[in-house]
């Protein structure tokens, strides 16, 4: 529920700032005066209009909104904030909101019925609005729902992956052979992980070999002068244990580095070179060769699964069929229910339709190929023809029928309704039975309507005056006198008698029971 707007340099207003209770609320005033402004304010703070004010605020009470999970803090009330200066920026207490998160946040809880706005009447929300009749005239039905729902998805994964098979089947031989023919591709190489860097190790000490061996030759004269240095460390009386340690030592270096020398002899070079390249070639395709073995083993589990393809297509096959069988039964019994639910709103519509002097209207019902929503479609018809080619005033009238049928099955309160001029056109009847309908509506909706006729204005929880003077806009709520005056005035226009104010002070009194 909205409790205030507030806005500052809004074309023609300079500033409101107004409280509203629950309820029917209804702004009069002369053509021109900015009524459509104000509503259109309230339409933009929720993003189904371009703002114009500078600065715009409304302060709503709604504990049934999950504000959490859009990532904003749970607070008693919700301010929604706009401000204007090259572009338009919006806010929700304090933290800011995207115009297209702000309309998804309240989109359930918003309804802006503009003069001809087609979209409840199309057959996936006919289909809601008989749901939601069915959940509130059968216990069952909303667990019927949610088990056809759950089957349906679990249909729908597996009908894809049967797609997906049939899909591969039509080129599985070619998959096949090249899934064969990586495999035999990696296993002519026959990769090792560390392979590559031992290898590597070789080419080194092959290409140092024969600087080694010279190398050895020069360091072995050393031992021609080792009894010289014995006999020098004895002249000096100084211990040689340290000399036979090093000689010792060089000694077991030498021996090693020949014996790595006569592995190498039997080492042929080429092949060193050839399968380093190999590798190499592998490494720069894949990365390294412990990816090649892992594509390896990916291709060997792609092989096995086209090689089982077959098997699992029968398998799924079956599955499908069991499911789709299924659902065809919950399907057939939420049929049940939803055509006895139609028939049961079409009747509560035409009640209302009745008074608006319009002629019965059909809920007609054609089965359809199943999907998500099941194998129902439901179309309406007022006097055989279809809502596209009624006038615009029985148009609203429809839609009007339509929501206060409906609003007598649905749990939620505090909707919010804003209505372009719902009684623009009509007689005198038509207006009594239109401000009737919208009263009765106001116990589930909080309602916003402009209007220039004294029915509904005089059943209003709450009626503002819009006026212009100046050049200026101004809003004002109406009690008592003043409230009398506004009606008589819609009622005999400028020249207010007698006989007018007394007309409406009775209509005051009637409650729209």
């Given at each position: ?15 409101v ?9 209804v702004f009069?005033?002369p ?5 459509s ?11 189904l ?5 500078k ?7 709604d504990?049934?909104?999950d ?12 301010v ?12 929700i ?7 297209k998160v ?5 989109k ?9 706005d ?5 057959s ?7 749901d939601?009749v ?6 069952d ?10 089957k ?12 997906q ?6 080129r599985v031989?070619?998959?096949k052979?090249f ?7 990696i296993n ?15 080419k ?5 070999r ?6 050895i ?5 050393i ?5 010289s240095?014995y ?6 009386n ?13 000694k ?18 080429e092949?060193?070179?050839?399968r380093?390249?190999?590798?190499s ?9 412990k990816?090649a ?7 060997i589990?792609?092989?096995?699964h ?16 069991k ?12 049929t049940?229910?939803?055509i ?6 079409e009747n ?5 339709l009745?008074d ?6 059909n809920?007609?019902y ?6 998500n ?7 309406i018809?007022l ?9 615009s005033?029985?148009?609203n ?7 206060a ?9 505090d ?6 001029e ?9 207006s ?5 309908i ?6 589930n909706?909080q ?19 819009v ?23 819609i ?10 104010k ?9 409650k729209?029971?």
């Amino acid at each position: 529920m909205i409790e205030r707007l507030y806005l500052k340099n809004c074309l023609s207003f300079d500033e409101v700032d107004i409280e509203f209770k629950r309820g029917l609320i209804v702004f009069t005033g002369p053509s021109g005066a900015g009524k459509s402004i104000l509503l259109n304010s309230i339409l933009a703070l929720f993003g189904l209009k371009q703002p114009n004010a500078k600065l715009s605020e409304i302060t709503l009470v709604d504990n049934s909104l999950d504000l959490e999970s859009f990532g904003f803090e749970k607070e008693d009330f919700i301010v929604i904030k706009e401000v204007k200066k090259e572009k338009s920026r919006f806010f929700i207490n304090s933290q800011t909101v995207s115009k297209k998160v702000l309309k998804t946040i309240f989109k359930d809880k918003v309804s802006y019925l503009s003069q001809k706005d087609e979209d409840i009447f199309k057959s996936k929300n006919i289909l809601k609005i008989i749901d939601d009749v069915c959940v509130a005239k059968f216990s069952d039905f909303l667990n019927l729902k949610k088990s056809f729902l759950k089957k349906f998805q679990e249909y729908r994964e597996v009908f894809d992956k049967l797609n997906q098979i049939l899909q591969e089947e039509r080129r599985v031989n070619e998959l096949k052979e090249f899934a064969k023919f990586e495999i035999e591709k990696i296993n002519q190489i026959s990769p090792k992980i560390g392979e590559y860097e031992e290898l590597l190790e070789i080419k080194k000490d092959l290409s140092k070999r024969e600087k080694i061996l010279e190398a050895i030759k020069r360091v072995e004269n050393i031992f021609d002068f080792e009894q010289s240095v014995y006999e020098f460390l004895e002249y000096v009386n100084k211990d040689s244990s340290f000399f036979d340690e090093a000689m010792n030592e060089l000694k077991n270096i030498i021996e090693e580095e020949r014996y790595k020398l006569l592995e190498l002899e039997n080492i042929d070079i080429e092949s060193v070179l050839n399968r380093l390249e190999e590798l190499s070639n592998l490494k720069r395709k894949y990365g390294s060769i412990k990816e090649a073995l892992k594509y390896k083993e990916v291709k060997i589990k792609e092989l096995e699964h086209y090689e089982n393809l077959e098997f699992e297509k029968r398998d799924l096959e079956k599955k499908k069929d069991k499911l789709f069988s299924e659902l065809k039964e919950l399907s057939k019994k939420m049929t049940q229910y939803r055509i006895e639910a139609a028939k049961e709103l079409e009747n509560k519509i035409n009640l209302y339709l009745k008074d608006l002097k319009l002629p019965s209207l059909n809920l007609v019902y054609e089965k359809k190929e199943l999907d998500n929503l099941g194998e129902d479609r439901f179309d309406i018809r007022l006097n055989g023809a279809r809502f596209e080619d009624i006038s615009s005033g029985e148009f609203n009238r429809v839609r009007l029928s339509l929501l206060a049928a409906w609003s007598g099955y649905k749990d939620e309160k505090d909707q919010i309704l804003i209505l372009d001029e719902i009684d623009a056109n009509v007689s005198g009847e038509e207006s009594i039975a239109i401000a009737k309908i919208l009263k009765k509506l106001s116990k589930n909706y909080q309602i916003f309507a402009i209007s220039h006729q004294p029915q509904l204005s005089s059943l209003a929880n709450q009626h503002f005056l819009v006026v212009k003077e100046d050049g200026k806009s101004k809003v004002f709520e109406l009690k008592d006198k003043k409230r009398v005056d506004e009606i008589a005035r819609i009622i005999s226009g400028e020249k207010i008698t007698k006989e007018a104010k007394e007309f409406a002070k009775k209509m005051l009194e009637y409650k729209g029971e």
